[in-house]
């Protein structure tokens, strides 16, 4: 690759950087805490690209030649870095769904803040601190009240639904699901990675995920409501 | 006439060829543009099965995570490369190799990143006239004893804080007996001599730009290498192996070794992934953690790349197996 072609491909790749950092299309990919990093190095990819074009177009006329003979030795594996620009930019894959959640033993894991729940009756919960506190305080702190909350829906293998919000830690190949059953006045239809807002009260009731007998905590549907998925469809852990 | 002809036409070839040569990566790298936004259809529609868009997701996500410190590891070096006398860095070490391998191994706690920030840094310290002892010990301990990634694990193990303590204790230990190996057996023409452009008579802004170019587009281009091998493994292996191995006793720890080298996750990440292992003995669990920061396939890739395949070949096994033995030794003792 000569050094135009490598000063395009630093530019589309800072480009592609930047615009997927711009749009909210990186919170598919990584967690919003990484924004800052991601638009300085697309920002930096972008200034490599224009100081390279500059010192290319500034080389002595007769030195050309001679760098190139120099220069074919350079790494023919760079072409590979086109790959992640055309899925970036043409394909944008979504965030993994109801596919990976039927596939993954759900990740709950004991939570850092039990306090009092904010005010309100429904209070607005996310879906993992209600598993959290349904599992690990077994809904002391949640009472009577009414919860709402939010995720996409993954039928099991006997069709069974569950909702469903993946965890991000650092980038969707670390992405797990934190599994919540539905009971009492479920919706008769419910398509897998459709998003619902689910309101209702806790539950006693459990069962355990058969693919690593992780704790899968229940929630008294009162009301269901299909809603568009979050510009982030994650939640984090912290 | 003819016999003028002949070197004009000779030299005129030979212009055309190196002429041709940069016309052609330019405009095949255009065709392939131009074919990519052609055939957006097409491509869109096979991607759309859920297998495929599985990996592809993986895929882009591991790229999209790791360019940020890709780049902050190559500015670092880059820097280091043009800007740092090698007289400071002679002075920062102890001048006897065995001393100075632990004092790089404890400096790794300074680089704020995952696994992808290091190799072009270590790169960096060696072509500075560091011992290279001293440069792999670096490249080892510091993906995995920084901060960040030490608080994620206190996060990820809240009920356990001597995870964070065997991690720390398993990962410096594996580094300053990898450096001292290679101090002792390792050979300077296992590692190649960097093949990139010389700087000499260019200024330093031009060196500066030209060692960024060239380590994003190398380093890059294994990244890339590495995140396909990961997403293809995240998506072939079935969940139901890991939870039949996870009963036998050596078997799991070798497992999730194993596991850590395939997935390729960033060190960062890492210990959140195996927390969700519960069924694995706390032993095997650091097994994943003290591997996986040390060799997976993205850095073996990289490390191929900066150092030549004779190293990683060499390197990347001895690295593994003392890894698997470190961490089973001390998670015995402090587990």
Redesign the interface.
Known sequence: ??????????F??GGA?LY?GLTDL?L???KSA?LP??L??GA??IV?AI??TW?EWRRPRAA??Q?????????R????????L???I??A????GS??AV???T?L??P?DLSALPAGDPVRLGLVDYAGRAVFDHGSSIGDRQITTSGFISLDEGGTPYLVRMVL??????A?PVKVGLTGRIPPILQPDSWYEITGTYTAEQTTDP????VIPYIDVVQARPVPAPDDEYES?? | MTTNAAPTQGARREADETQGWQFNSTLVLSMLLLLAVAGQGPIRRVLSEPVMQGWTTVFVAVVVQALPFLVLGVLLSAIIAVFVPPSFLARALPRHPARAVPVAGVAGMVLPGCECASVPVAEALVRKGVTPAAALAFLLSAPAINPIVLTATAVAFPDDPRMVLARFVASLLVACVMGWLWQRVGRTDWLRPPTRPSSAGSGRAAAFWGSVRHDVMHAGGFLVVGAMAAATLKTVIPASWLYTAAGIPVVSILTLAVLAVLLSICSEADAFVVASLPQFSPTAQLAFLVVGPMIDLKLFAMQAATFGRGFALRFAPTTFALAVLTAAVVGAVLL
């Open positions: 690759m000569n050094r135009t072609a490598q000063a395009s491909v630093l589309l790749l950087v997927a990186y598919r990919y990584v990484l990093l991601l300085a190095s930096v990819l490599a100081v390279t010192f050309v030649g760098h190139t003979e120099h220069e074919h030795r350079e790494p594996i760079a072409w590979l870095l086109v790959l992640p055309l899925a970036l043409f394909v894959p979504p965030p993994p596919y990976v596939r993954t033993g990740a894991h004991a850092w830690n650092c980038c969707a190949a670390d797990q693919i690593n007998n992780g852990r912290f």
